[in-house]
């Protein structure tokens, strides 16, 4: 007979256990399912984002930054160091054990919060009375039932069309953590997050990095000042980017890879790799995982097709993360999975799109939420801007990185803060105070008017909400 459970979430990612152990904490009895494997083949949870994504990227990230540091700047603070060097093999050793950190962390919340942990595939086979009936397929085959369902089943990299990873000359996002050495040359399509951060990883360690982007605008998404500041730190840095190309024929052999492509100017070009990274951005995964046995419902994409509170096609099932609509981020799937399970619960769980962080991890960082100008201006809102910059700031001049700012934009009449955007030093963690000011509806004079410690980073943000009303003291 069937173990039957409260609710039963398949997928371990971000999205996946946050739900399970808030609904685990509601009082429900709850089993969560995820195939992921460490290398030895035991359970992996945590998703993408422990595995194969957030996580294991600022660790490669983190040591190549301190690589960086050591060859070029630990001289103007008077250090010496003679000639450093990378024991690749052991950089990726450290990664694969703050990965296993993460894994380890998951089970024990697991553990700690009672939640069942069933290691395999979970896919429907049919409804029952009061749920669903899921099949694990794992080491060992069980099925159980589920009076809810929570899908979070994640993502994976879209490959080029006629181009498949073989993760050794072609690689996604999974084979980029992996490379064994540092290539000389190292090319990159997509010059999304993943190509800049990994760009950046291998960059620093002394590859010749080129990144192919077919749009004509570099990061499209971002405040376009912002973006602009960026880019110059990157060129500046010898992170070669090419905008507005048509990617042809792409030949992978034993010695590396050739990709033919037509530059904005369209003349055909040819670049010769050691290793190609494809960036082109992830489509939902719902692979395996027997929808139509249920008739849930997907759309042309892929993904679960949900209403704004993530309920699906189906009474009593449920979907989150990079497998519904939405930004494909771990801290969004983090917010829905813990709405969910209160919804479950009759409570009222919510989460606002429009103060939802984002963050590319490069150097300078780049962060930002809310509206971008050319967002406000494409909509007629009338709004102020102010902008404060890291050269002006003297914590950043003690850290000896003074590139970027920080840019609020305002309500013309109201104040209300509409969008906060920086590319500097620690904007990944700067982010956060726009993220709550934005959330209780403050106005930049609310910030402005706010002590801010000194000597620090957050001084910037202070001095940008004066801007809005062109009063910054330090500039």
């Not at 894994?103 to 896919?123: E, P, W």
């Not at 969004?332 to 813990?338: H, N, P």
Request: aromatic share 6%.
């Amino acid at each position: 007979m069937s173990q039957a459970f409260d609710v039963v979430v398949i997928g371990a990612g971000p999205g996946g256990y946050i739900a399970a152990i808030r609904a685990a904490q509601l009082g429900f009895k709850v089993a969560c399912i995820d195939e992921w494997k460490n290398a030895s083949g035991g359970p992996a949870p945590g998703g993408t984002c422990t595995n194969v994504g957030c996580i294991p990227s600022k660790a490669l990230l983190q040591s190549s930054e301190h690589f960086e540091h050591a060859n070029h700047h630990f001289a103007d603070h008077g250090i010496s160091t003679g000639k450093v060097t990378m024991d690749v093999a052991k950089m990726i050793g450290r990664k694969d054990t703050v990965v296993k950190q993460n894994n380890d962390g998951i089970l024990y919340l697991f553990k700690k919060n009672k939640v069942t942990f069933f290691h395999g595939r979970g896919s429907f086979v049919k409804a029952v009375e009061g749920g669903y009936e899921i099949q694990v397929s794992g080491a060992k085959d069980e099925l159980i039932t589920g009076r809810q369902v929570v899908v979070a089943t994640g993502s994976n990299a879209r490959a080029l069309p006629g181009v498949p990873f073989d993760e050794v000359n072609v690689l996604s996002n999974d084979g980029a953590l992996r490379i064994g050495a540092v290539p000389k040359k190292l090319a990159l399509i997509g010059s999304g997050v993943i190509g800049l951060e990994m760009g950046s990883v291998w960059r620093r360690l002394g590859a010749d990095v080129t990144i192919l982007e077919g749009l004509p605008t570099f990061l499209g998404a971002v405040d376009e000042q912002i973006a602009k500041e960026a880019k110059k730190a990157f060129d500046k840095q010898g992170l070669k980017i090419e905008l507005g190309v048509k990617v042809g024929e792409i030949k992978s052999t034993k010695k590396g890879v050739s990709v033919a492509y037509t530059n904005a100017k369209g003349e055909a070009q040819t670049l010769e790799a050691d290793k190609l990274i494809v960036s082109i951005g992830r489509v939902p995964n719902t692979i395996g995982l027997n929808a139509e046995a249920v008739g849930l419902q997907l759309d042309e994409r892929g993904a679960i097709v949900v209403d704004d509170e993530c309920r699906t096609s189906l009474r009593g099932v449920w979907a989150v993360g990079d497998v519904v609509r939405g930004p494909m981020l771990a801290h969004k799937a983090e917010e829905e999975g813990v709405a969910v399970a209160e919804r479950i619960a009759g409570q009222h769980g919510h989460v606002n799109f429009n103060t939802i962080p984002w963050v590319i991890y490069t150097s300078p960082e780049i962060a930002w939420v809310g509206e971008t100008e050319q967002q406000l201006k494409a909509r007629g809102a009338a709004y102020k801007a102010g902008s404060f910059p890291f050269l002006a700031n003297g914590r950043a001049r003690a850290l000896g990185d003074t590139t970027g700012m920080v840019k609020f934009l305002a309500d013309a009449k109201t104040d209300e803060i509409l969008g906060v955007h920086i590319v500097g030093p620690m904007a990944s963690e700067l982010i956060a105070e726009a993220v709550v000011a934005m959330e209780f509806k403050a106005s930049a004079e609310d910030i402005a008017r706010i002590c801010h410690a000194h000597p620090s980073l957050s001084e910037a943000t202070k001095e940008a909400a004066l801007a809005v009303d062109k009063r910054t003291l330090n500039f």
